[in-house]
């Protein structure tokens, strides 16, 4: 299952230090609680290596943040990946699968629950004005779409079906659609998650249920797209919707593989075999910040409505606490000194309560106008 991610604002220290989280007088007790707290949210990455829970591991579960600034300087934001060395990977530009790479939150690594990070400047991207903070951010699971439609060959014209409905899955919705892929489906188990989908820009969507079998899941998926897949993105790593993936993409289509489920998940495999189906993995991004920092430039995403809640430093438990409860969708823990502060304050809660209300209402407006138009265009089509 992909969890909610808690995104950080933070300040790059000037001087030359390591890279990693830099001592402050921040308190042992919260980075403590909140790796308790990360410890449910990624079993693989977080905590295997966390012996006890000791000091050093507190800082290795706080969970990537995506974006820094100097207090005086320019305003970046942090590519989490940093190889070490100049591998085989590196030169052929792919050094996400460097198995040296440094990464932020994954031990012995550093996560940049902390005020003050010291980061590989090769790795940190200037955000131009019009971009925010916040947006910048999100940059990091945008890229996880940018990567996934990439490695996915989406482009224009074609149909593809997205399967998760959380963060991922949205980000994979507004690169697909900005990589003019059309119509895109998404598929969850919880209603208010396809609402949000239907909201960013999902062509139609379909609900799921735990008990739904994949064949079935496959043909309504089909009926909603006016036809198979020609990409299928799986987002969620549960079995039920691997195996749905393969069973509704079109022949020699790709099937992508982001969630992560079970070691040996069992899916059709000769299925995708006699179909000439591509199953391709994704691990984390590779350069993907230039890319997503234009996109949010031009305005042409836009990953605004997918933050729910903003917490300052001093109140991580509440935001870890909230994720747990699988409350929120993107949850922004804000670094900053209170005194340092920007003016602008970041809208309240109400108000992104209010506002997602007004959206949430017109989306499922134009859902059903949606809906009723595909079912008259499905109509015609299969009359041909
Ligand atoms: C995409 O899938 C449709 C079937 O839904 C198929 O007719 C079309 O040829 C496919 N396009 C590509 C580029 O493979
Ligand atoms: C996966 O399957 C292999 C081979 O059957 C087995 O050795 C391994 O323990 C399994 N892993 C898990 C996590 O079940």
């Known amino acids: ?15 030359v230090m390591p890279q990693g989280a830099v001592e402050d007088t921040f308190s042992r007790d919260l980075w403590l609680r909140c790796a308790l707290l990360a410890a449910r949210k990624d079993r693989r990455f977080c905590c295997q290596k966390a012996n006890g829970f000791g000091a050093r591991s507190l800082r290795d579960c706080a969970q990537a943040g995506a974006w820094s600034t100097t207090p005086e300087s320019d305003r970046i934001s942090i590519e989490p990946g940093v190889p070490r060395e100049n591998c085989e990977f590196c030169k052929i530009g792919r050094y996400n699968l460097s198995p040296t790479i440094f990464f932020s939150a994954t031990p012995p690594d550093d996560g940049t629950l ?7 400047a090769n790795y940190c991207f200037k955000l131009p004005e019009c971009v925010s903070f916040e947006e910048g951010a999100m940059i ?16 224009m014209g074609q149909r593809v079906l997205i399967l998760g409905a959380g963060t991922i ?26 609402d949000m989908a239907k909201c960013m820009g999902a062509s139609c969507v379909c609900k799921m249920e735990k008990n739904t079998c994949p064949r079935e899941m496959a043909s309504k998926a089909k009926t909603a797209l006016c036809g198979m897949p020609n990409v299928s993105i799986e987002c969620t790593g549960a079995d039920q919707c691997v195996q749905t993936a393969i069973h509704a993409t079109n022949p020699g289509g790709v099937v992508v593989l982001i969630g992560l489920g079970n ?15 591509d199953i391709r993995g994704i691990f984390r991004y590779c350069n993907t910040w230039p890319t997503a920092i234009n996109m949010l430039a031009s305005k042409k995403v836009d990953v605004n409505p997918m933050i729910t809640h903003r917490f300052p430093l001093d109140q991580a438990i509440e935001a870890f606490e909230l994720v747990k409860k699988g409350g929120g969708l ?3 823990i804000n670094c900053e000194e209170p005194e340092k502060k920007e003016h602008k304050q970041s809208k309240s809660l109400e108000e ?8 949430l209402q017109q989306c499922q407006q134009q859902c059903q106008q949606m809906q009723k138009e595909q079912k008259e265009h499905c109509g015609r089509t299969a009359g041909r």
């Open 1 to 15: 299952m992909v969890t909610p991610v808690i995104v950080i604002l933070l300040y790059v220290v000037q001087e």
């Open 114 to 120: 902390c005020r003050y990070y010291a980061h590989n």
């Open 140 to 155: 990091e699971p945008l890229s996880v779409g940018i990567h996934a439609c990439r490695r996915g060959g989406v482009h």
């Open 169 to 194: 899955g949205l980000m994979n919705l507004l690169v697909a659609k900005s990589m003019g892929a059309d119509p895109i489906v998404v598929v969850d188990l919880v209603q208010e998650r396809l």
């Open 263 to 277: 070691t040996n998940t069992s899916a059709p495999l000769l299925t995708a075999a006699t179909r000439e189906l």
């Open 330 to 332: 993107k949850v922004i």
């Open 352 to 359: 992104c309560q209010k506002q997602c209300q007004q959206l």
